[in-house]
């Protein structure tokens, strides 16, 4: 049975969705850094982009987020998703997946999935992947454009959401081993 599979990549890119699906068909938990951070920020009465200021200068969201992706992928058997899960998890994880799909896409996702009309979706995911980028380097050192710690990096544009995620499961079946329920491979 599949242990843990990380699955990063900027916001708008399907992390959540295809992230469910592969947890669904392997019978595994399911940990959203991102869900995590909005929940943080509603629970304050905040929007992301206000969040996503006073975690730059206060590190102990990011490492409420980070820390808890690290004891999800010590329990096993979870699919974590985030922007930095492929870090976080390290060797625990058994496959790490990078989604990535054209900016113009992203953005029409996130305006559809936010209700928000496209440039101010666009403005939101500009502002919040920038100030990303500064505080993961600033905590961790961490490069979230260093792609080299995934195992596979799929363009989730090139097909539809049904065959894309049937495509991932494959290649985690494949890759990880005969992830099914109730097979051991490990």
């Not at 992230?19 to 509603?42: C, H, P, T, V, W």
């Not at 666009?122 to 979230?144: S, V």
């Not at 596979?152 to 494949?174: I, N, Q």
Request: contains cysteine; aromatic residues 8%.
């Amino acid at each position: 049975m599949c242990k843990v599979i990380a699955i990063g990549g900027p916001h708008g890119t399907g992390k959540s969705t295809y992230a469910k699906a592969i947890a669904s068909e392997f019978g595994l938990r399911l940990s959203s850094a991102g869900k995590l951070f909005r929940e943080i920020a509603e629970g304050r009465g905040l929007s992301l982009e206000e969040m996503s200021e006073i975690a730059k200068r206060d590190p102990s969201i990011d490492e409420e987020i980070d820390g808890l992706t690290k004891r999800e992928v010590e329990r096993g058997s979870v699919v974590v998703e985030g922007q930095l899960v492929a870090w976080m998890a390290g060797d625990g994880a058994d496959m790490k997946i990078y989604l990535f799909a054209p900016d113009e896409l992203r953005f029409k996702r996130i305006a559809e999935r936010d209700r928000l009309d496209i440039e101010r979706a666009k403005e939101q995911t500009r502002i919040r992947e920038a100030a990303q980028k500064e505080r993961y380097f600033r905590l961790y050192g961490i490069d979230a454009g260093d792609l080299s710690v995934y195992d596979l990096l799929v363009d989730t544009s090139l097909l539809p959401l049904e065959e894309t995620a049937r495509f991932l499961t494959k290649a985690v079946e494949a890759f990880v081993g005969q992830c099914k329920r109730g097979r051991k491979n490990f």
